[in-house]
């Protein structure tokens, strides 16, 4: 049995809806603002996002001293000198953080119990606990003192916490990078 194909018509579909016309569509609605208001509120978004930017910027690029300090601390923790030469270093990498932010000639002439005394007043909290301040205090005069492994952790993170963590004065920083031998 065979089916016969039905003769093209050249219409296509249902053929009731042969005189059906398709709706026309209106134009796209336009996203740009048509008053000057939303233009001018557009810019000011813009430029507050900018300003933002630049600020965001220049603390990151005022901090550049903290990162490089702090990767040198990373280095001291699995530095396998001495402790006590280990705290040698230590002593002179937060001197040397210190001048990258503090007038030189007051951090120069801090030495013993003043320069510990500075260092845990640039912090919210002390960031340095009594034992730890006379072992850095001593580390770089008295190669003799026994320190132990817990002694160094506990002293490197202290130095860690006030690398990150102690306050700028309110003066135009050097991004410098701190010199070490």
């Not at 008053?35 to 603390?59: E, N, P, R």
Request: aromatic share 10%.
């Amino acid at each position: 049995m065979s089916q016969a194909i039905p003769p093209n018509t050249g219409s296509f579909g249902n053929g009731l809806l042969q005189d059906f016309h398709e709706i026309s569509l209106p134009d796209p609605v336009s996203y740009m603002p048509e008053t000057i208001g939303w233009l001018f509120l557009l810019a000011a978004i813009v430029l507050y996002a900018l300003w933002q930017s630049i600020k965001a910027y220049k603390t990151w690029a005022n901090n550049r001293y903290r990162r490089i300090a702090l990767i040198h601390i990373q280095q001291l923790k699995q530095d396998t000198a001495p402790p006590i030469h280990v705290m040698a270093k230590l002593a002179v990498l937060l001197k040397a953080t210190a001048l990258q932010v503090f007038p030189r000639t007051h951090i120069a002439a801090l030495s013993g119990e003043q320069w510990l005394s500075f260092l845990n007043q640039q912090t919210a909290s002390p960031s340095f606990c009594e034992q730890s301040r006379d072992l850095l205090g001593s580390a770089q005069y008295r190669h003799n003192t026994r320190v132990s492994k817990q002694q160094l952790s506990q002293l490197i993170a202290e130095s860690e916490y006030w690398v990150r963590r102690h306050k700028v004065p309110n003066v135009k920083l050097s991004v410098a990078s701190p010199q070490h031998d």
